[in-house]
């Protein structure tokens, strides 16, 4: 369910749908980005003077992923209002329920177009980047009917919200591991990614000696092996080159141009760095050994976002009234949370998944029983906040 497919289409009207039918939101649009979003009134009926709760998660994928990554904290946050709206009940504050449109960054360089667009950091640039099949993100918002004029409209008021709150799967072995169905985030590690090239001689792969080759494959492969020894020696650094290409590469040729990616995180930004700053180190000696050429393009840079200790304490004890143990864990993955987290305080509580928590994979998967948990642990913290709240 990449950006804007018809497949991301469709998922928002079933959304939009399901919150508008099934769970009786006040209000409900698909607005300028994409996003779905669902409004619960509070008691103030929408009268504008009750501050919001912010909640959900993002509903593209990325490609063969699983069904939950994302679209359990759009479906936890909606039962909640289903059942609210079952028993007649207001909140003394609104809620309002985003199903995120973009998180991953599977069609564009760009992410976190659906939560950067609350937060005001839509870059109009980015309307001119273009996907794999040449299509730009404008032709697509276009083609979608959005209103790309709108986008700047959306960005959210601070002052309006009593803070962002997100489920999530965990997407890691870690509770299922310890058999915990429920677990607290303490933090999302930062992120940054980037698109590289290097640029060598394509040859004929029969008569050019193994001394004189200028082949782009074999330093991208030297660059892998690096990235892969210098995040493995620091605890909480991971690095991963996912995309590996050799464009209009034969059999018989030896490589001229080789296409990558980086993406680099860790719980602090210093470590982070520290990574990026040693692995262009790197890609620059290869190149210069090996007489290349290089591009390379940062797209993505997320700072890391500790969560806020008062909401964490929200999530303590909607957990603790369940009966479950506390877990407090980081976050290794990206959430629309770290976008928020530049705006409003934020926490996140994850859901174990099933298959050693695997995800961005079709064996992603969760149980019932987790999920009600999930749906109850979520509901003792609006009712909590409606005792907090005047
Ligand atoms: C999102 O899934 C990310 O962490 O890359
Ligand atoms: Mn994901
Ligand atoms: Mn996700």
């Given amino acids: 369910v990449p950006y804007l497919t018809d497949a991301h289409r469709a998922c928002a009207q079933r959304l939009a749908h399901w919150m508008r039918s099934d769970c009786g939101f006040d209000e409900v649009e698909i607005d300028a980005v994409g996003n779905v979003v669902g409004v619960y009134h509070g008691s103030d009926r929408g009268a504008g003077n009750a501050k919001r709760l912010l909640t959900g998660s993002h509903y593209d994928t990325v490609r063969n992923g699983g069904k939950y990554d994302g679209r359990l904290g759009i479906f936890v946050p909606m039962a909640c209002v289903r059942e609210l709206h079952r028993a007649g009940r207001r909140l003394p504050f609104g809620l309002e329920v985003v199903g995120f449109a973009e998180e991953e960054g599977q069609r564009y360089k760009a992410v976190f177009l659906g939560s950067g667009a609350l937060t005001g950091h839509f870059d109009p640039a980015w309307l001119e980047q273009k996907d794999a099949d040449g299509i730009s993100m404008r032709q697509a918002m276009e083609h979608a009917g959005l209103c790309i004029a709108d986008i700047p409209k959306l960005q959210r008021d601070p002052a309006k919200y009593l803070g962002f709150v997100e489920v999530h799967i965990e997407q890691g072995p870690v509770l299922n591991e310890l058999d915990l169905p429920l677990g607290i985030v303490t933090s999302i590690n930062g992120n940054a990614r980037f698109l590289g090239e290097i640029v060598g001689m394509a040859s004929h792969a029969g008569t050019t000696p193994m001394d004189r080759r200028r082949d782009a494959a ?162 003792n913290l609006l009712d909590n906040l409606a005792t907090e709240t005047p």
């Fill in 218 to 379: 074999c330093a991208v492969a030297e660059l892998a092996l690096f990235v892969e020894t210098r995040a493995g020696a620091v605890p909480d650094l991971v690095a991963t080159m996912g995309m590996l290409e050799v464009p209009n590469g034969s059999i018989n040729v030896v490589p001229g141009r080789c296409k990558f990616s980086l993406d680099i995180r860790a719980t602090t930004n210093e470590v982070r760095d520290a990574c990026i700053a040693d692995v262009r180190a790197e890609l620059a000696r290869i190149c210069e050994q090996r007489s290349l050429h290089f591009k390379l393009e940062e797209t993505v840079r997320a700072a890391a976002a500790p969560s806020d200790p008062a909401w964490m304490r929200r999530w303590e004890c909607a957990v603790q009234a369940l009966g479950l143990p506390l877990f407090h864990m980081p976050s290794g993955a990206g959430h629309d949370a770290m976008k928020l987290h530049e705006r409003m305080p934020q926490a996140m509580l994850f859901q174990r998944g099933l298959n050693a928590g695997i995800s961005h994979n079709p064996l992603e998967s969760i149980t019932n029983h987790d999920t009600e948990l999930c749906v109850r642990a979520f509901q």
